[in-house]
């Protein structure tokens, strides 16, 4: 199992970037897919969800009308979508794949950083 982060850097606040999780070595379209970050000194918080289901979507108040979560289940690929950042969205962003099938598997990334700053 492979979950791949990429498309993280150093952008302006303000600015928008795109990053993409590309998932491998399970049924990518089963599992609903997360974005989660952790700020340095921080918790790690959940930011938005997409179901495996009917790809609603759900996010953190704090990125409401700027985040936008995506899957591809061609791809095996999901994406957030971001814009109008602020520096205290520096962290680094980590995507996350659940099911609950009998048991609850659960697969993380290993973290794309986002820095915003001028």
């Known amino acids: 199992v492979q979950l791949v982060e990429s498309g993280g850097g150093l952008v302006q606040p303000g600015g928008s970037l795109r990053l993409s999780c590309a998932a491998s070595?399970?049924?990518?379209?089963?599992?609903?897919m997360s974005w989660h970050r952790q700020a340095p000194g921080k918790e790690r918080e959940l930011v938005a969800t997409?179901?495996?289901?009917?790809?609603?979507?759900n996010y953190a108040d704090s990125v409401k009308g700027r985040f936008t979560i995506s899957r591809d289940n061609v791809e095996n690929t999901v994406y957030l979508q971001m814009s109008s950042l602020k520096p205290e969205e520096t962290a680094v962003y980590y995507c996350n794949a659940r099911r609950r099938y009998l048991r609850i598997y659960d697969y993380w990334g290993q973290g794309t950083q986002v820095t915003v700053s001028s």
């Open positions: 997409i179901s495996s289901t009917d790809s609603s979507t």
């Open positions: 070595g399970f049924t990518f379209s089963s599992y609903a």
